[in-house]
């Protein structure tokens, strides 16, 4: 395998390759500090009304908000991030029993993004990417490196979920669906996608990754307590800003259509930073691929007396989402009625 991976060789560069360096309209710039308090911020440990108010808020004017007090141990977060680290800092030998460009490999990792050998400039960052339940079916085939990954991130997978199911009813119920509502088939797949961004020459001219909305359900990520995420916001990129032990919850491009535009998904990319590495551990919620897609009532059982989008599958919609290469706004006008 030739080891495109930047973890195994961009402790030898002092400058940034030509092959990353992105075309004055696209380059991030400066990277200021996200201010302190701008994003909005969700107390799981207070009044249940409270949190449906403000979950409900934050998906219409944000398309995204942070999590804190959500029952996940500080100590399991810290060792999470840890046991990714010793992987992406794994010898390149060992990293390459990994490596693969095949999208339907049951653990991938990869760098840039799958279109890797098709892309005009790369991204700073590498991924690991694999399923977690039903844990028993997904654990062979997860990394045997570190000793400690199977356990650890078994660990994370299991409060991981937890909290989704809290998330995905505490949405049901803000917007009057029946509580469970965005369970079963519309949230069958947990998939991890763990990002790693190392130090890098000069984060003006680079991107860690390129901006997106998330195609499923909902994202649920920790960030770490490291700055790189930013958010789209009125026209202009803004930094999330990271924050002890909380979760950044997005909302998907299924949430905007099933919600009938009551919430919205979010366009976010990732910087880089010029002293520290960087890692970010997405859970990607996702509906099965045969999973049929449509604005819902209040009711949460029958088609909204006024439907924005045509209804369809799930595998329809990514088959959508690729061709028009993530451009949300391209997609949803596909879908519009």
Known sequence: MENKLVSSWCKNVQTLPESYIFPPDERPGEIAVPLSGSSP?????????LILQQVNKAGQDFGYFQVINHGISETLLEETVSVF??????????????????????????????????????????????????????LPFWPEKPANYREVVSAYSVETKKLITKISDVISEGLGFEKGYLGGELSKVQLLSVNYYPPCPDPNLALGMHSHCDPNLFTVLYQG???????????????????????VVFIGCQLQIISNDKLKSVTHRAVTNPKEARVSVGTFVIPSSDCH??????????????????????????????????????VLQFYKL
């Open 85 to 138: 680290k010793e992987f992406f800092n794994m010898p390149a030998e060992e990293q390459a029993n990994y490596y693969s460009v095949d999208p339907n490999s049951k653990c991938r990792l990869y760098t840039s993004t799958y279109n890797y050998s098709n892309e005009d400039t790369h991204y700073w960052r590498d991924n690991l990417t694999h399923n977690c339940h039903p844990l028993e079916d997904n």
């Open 293 to 330: 897609i449509e604005p819902v009532s209040d009711l949460g059982k029958t088609s909204t007396k006024n439907p924005l989008y045509k209804a369809y599958q799930y595998k329809e919609f990514l088959h959508t989402y690729a061709t028009k290469h993530g451009d949300f706004e391209a």
């Open 41 to 49: 911020i969700i107390d799981f440990n207070t009044d249940h009304a």
């Open 225 to 247: 307590n490291v700055y790189g995420l930013q958010i789209l916001k009125d026209g202009k990129w803004t930094g999330v800003e990271p924050l002890p032990n909380a979760f």
